[in-house]
């Protein structure tokens, strides 16, 4: 089953917009990740923030985390064509696997 | 190219015959995961392996799945009797014992009509 939930489950926006996508997760973690799967093809890995972290950067990707709300954001800035894709989250509990959420569609108009 | 690679891509098969799919992970990695992502969902795991031993499985393998990973190196994900909810796309990934980040192959999507 999945871990958690995913919002929006769809996202379209204008190139050069900033896009936001949220995460909720059911337990404890010792890290969530955030990956990238355009149509069809595998996961890319993004980015990952442990669970001591609160908030961390790559480029114009910066990802934020909140235990205590058990929940993440991915922010995308500066969006570009090239960033239309699936994006999930994916929380690893320390049991070896990754558990994803539905994941959020987005779509970058040019 | 030395990423992840899956063989076939796609298949497409008639409900009740049997499919295996091939994964080749990154040379150096030692374990290895293979994962179901059906349409519009995450993708779910089903089972992993260190080395040859396979360490865990979903209770979403049922007995028509067998994976094995004979010598360590490639790994195949057999399933018998195919129904229509099989279809799926099946991913596989690897890394390192202790990385926390997995390498994903382009995934085989099955069609079971």
């Known amino acids: 089953s999945q871990q958690g939930e995913e919002d929006p489950q769809a996202l379209s926006i204008q190139e050069g917009e900033n896009a936001t996508m949220n995460c909720s997760y059911k337990?404890?973690?010792?890290?969530l990740q955030w990956y990238r799967q355009n149509s069809g093809r595998g996961l890319v890995h993004l980015i990952l923030?442990?669970?001591?972290?609160r908030e961390k950067h790559s480029g114009r990707l910066r990802v934020t985390l909140d235990t205590s709300k058990k929940s993440s954001s991915l922010l995308i800035t500066a969006s570009r064509a090239a960033d239309t894709a699936s994006y999930f989250c994916?929380?690893?509990?320390?049991?070896?696997?990754?558990?994803f959420g539905q994941g959020t569609r987005l779509t970058i108009n040019p | 190219d030395t990423g992840v690679s899956q063989d076939p891509r796609h298949k497409i098969t008639k409900r009740g015959q049997n499919v295996t799919f091939r994964c080749d992970p990154i040379?150096?990695?030692?374990?290895l995961y293979w994962y179901r992502q059906t349409l519009g969902q995450g993708p779910e795991f089903l089972t992993y392996?260190?080395?040859?031993?396979?360490?865990?499985k979903s209770r979403l393998l049922s007995d028509r799945f067998s994976a094995e990973r004979p010598k360590g190196s490639f790994s195949t994900l057999e399933i018998q009797r195919t129904e229509q909810g099989d279809s799926a796309m099946y991913l596989c990934?690897?890394?390192?014992?202790?990385?926390?980040?997995?390498?994903f192959g382009p995934g085989t999507r099955l069609l079971v009509l």
């Open positions: 392996f260190q080395n040859e031993a396979q360490l865990e």
């Open positions: 040379s150096e990695h030692n374990r």
């Open positions: 337990t404890s973690i010792n890290n």
């Open positions: 994916a929380t690893d509990a320390g049991a070896q696997k990754l558990v």
């Open positions: 923030i442990r669970s001591n972290e």
């Open positions: 990934a690897s890394n390192l014992a202790g990385q926390e980040t997995q390498y």
